[in-house]
């Protein structure tokens, strides 16, 4: 697989968050390790890091990595590529490497499989590797542990690559908003009616911690992905009167719309506030409750930006991923998970023009995969998703060498019973196909 590292410091800059050196924060220049805590020292303040997520708040209890030996840090990248080909080869079929799309180029290159969230968790529960390497987020790699067997582990390279939209929702606040669901509706909320209907079905976002996914298996709910979020809304209507949509309201919102829901009765649920804002009502009336979250990368897009691209070019195709707002993706020519937008651009004849609205790592491998095709990214400004951002050849070096001497580092790790009821969300959720 050709690489492209992520080209950083060309891009014009026309948004007020740009510095000087063209990216949404300069410190994307730096190398990752430089937020690692530090043995003998004060552990780091919780951040996701330079990127999109800068400016999200990160939990207390957001993972923190341990600074890896300076031999990995400072090691060039041709260096750090022979020891991971060579780390893969002396591991054989006893390691897997799973890469996400939004991955650098330097770590997809070392990947055997390439996909994103759902192709992933589909592919969890295939491999017989005894160690899975995930080159995604934490979110990912807990998925991967709860499909794959007790004789497998699931190791992270960095164990701060996290997810800010996942913390938007945590197990305490979703109890919380269940109870108060529970008052407005009736308890128990997850018995049908004499129609066969529960009041309300969970479902959470892949997005989201092993704790939800397990909530929603303990409550008939689902897990969904972008690629099947049609699929699942429609299975989850099949059993209940409304949905529980969790933590992404932008994929919630275009997903319901696209199915003829109405944004009236698809209300926000903000944690924040008690019945989330709401009053009963409108709870009553709602066919999707919309947790108050959102993808940083995603929130990044909007309609100027598509008129601009359009402005730019007439026949520009705008191809966007449904996380985006539902004014953008109102304004694209078509939303998709990054399965779907990966195909399409595959797929097209030479000579077409996109625009696409999704992580700039993608976009620019795409550019470059495909010189017979114009593609740019509808945001202008180099801003990767902050915590894919976090891994890094160096780490992926690191962890590989430790497997080839018998020694797992970063392994990810989902308590029993947390894992026996993630299992029931995801499965249901393996047998939902995309429409």
């Known amino acids: 697989m050709s690489t492209t590292p992520l080209t950083l410091g060309t891009r014009p800059r026309t948004s007020p968050e740009t510095s000087s050196t063209g990216l949404c924060d300069p410190a994307l220049a730096d190398g990752p390790w430089a937020m690692d805590a530090v043995p003998g020292e004060a552990p780091p303040a919780p951040?996701?890091?330079?990127?999109?997520?800068r400016d999200d708040v990160a939990p207390a209890g957001t993972p923190v990595q341990q600074r890896i030996p300076e031999e990995y840090r400072r090691a060039p990248l041709p260096e750090l590529e022979a020891r991971i080909t060579a780390a893969k080869a002396a591991l054989g079929d006893r390691v897997v490497v799973l890469g996400h799309y939004y991955q650098r180029d330097e770590v997809v290159q070392h990947a055997d499989f390439l996909g994103d969230s759902y192709q992933l968790a589909q592919q969890a529960t295939t491999t017989a590797a005894e160690h899975v390497v995930f080159c995604g987020v934490h979110f990912m790699a807990e998925t991967a542990d709860v499909l794959t067997g007790d004789h497998q582990d699931v190791v992270l390279p960095n164990l701060a690559a996290g997810c800010s939209m996942a913390d938007m929702a945590d197990l305490d606040s979703v109890t919380a908003c269940w109870e108060q669901l529970e008052a407005v509706y009736g308890a128990p909320i997850?018995?049908?009616?004499?129609?066969?209907?529960?009041?309300?079905?969970?479902?959470?976002?892949m997005n989201s911690s092993a704790a939800l996914k397990a909530f929603c298996g303990d409550h008939g709910g689902i897990v969904c992905t972008s690629s099947n979020a049609a699929a699942v809304l429609e299975w989850a209507f099949a059993r209940g009167r409304r949905v529980l949509f969790f933590p992404d309201q932008h994929l919630g919102r275009n997903t319901g719309s696209a199915m003829g829901v109405p944004t009236s009765r698809m209300p926000v649920w903000d944690p924040r506030k008690p019945l989330g804002g709401n009053d009963a009502d409108v709870l009553h009336d709602a066919r999707v409750l919309l947790w108050r979250g959102w993808c940083s990368v995603h929130q990044r897009f909007t309609t100027a930006q598509v008129e601009a691209a359009r402005a730019a070019d007439p026949g520009v195709r705008v191809v966007v991923h449904p996380e985006c707002p539902k004014e953008v993706v109102d304004a694209a020519d078509e939303a998709g998970s990054t399965q779907h937008i990966e195909r399409v651009v595959r797929e097209a004849p030479p000579g077409t023009s996109f625009a696409i609205g999704t992580e700039i790592t993608m976009v620019q491998r795409l550019a470059a995969q495909h010189p017979d095709l114009t593609i740019t990214c509808l945001d202008p400004v180099v801003c990767p998703c902050s915590t894919m951002y976090r891994i890094h050849p160096g780490y992926l070096a690191w962890v590989l060498e430790a497997l080839v001497r018998g020694e797992v580092l970063n392994q990810v790790r989902v308590d029993a019973?947390?894992?026996?009821?993630?299992?029931?969300?995801?499965?249901?959720?393996?047998?939902?196909r995309p429409r």
């Open 47 to 53: 951040e996701y890091g330079p990127g999109s997520s």
């Open 190 to 205: 997850d018995e049908p009616d004499a129609e066969g209907f529960v009041p309300v079905v969970p479902v959470t976002y």
């Open 417 to 432: 019973r947390t894992a026996v009821s993630a299992r029931v969300a995801l499965q249901r959720m393996l047998e939902v």
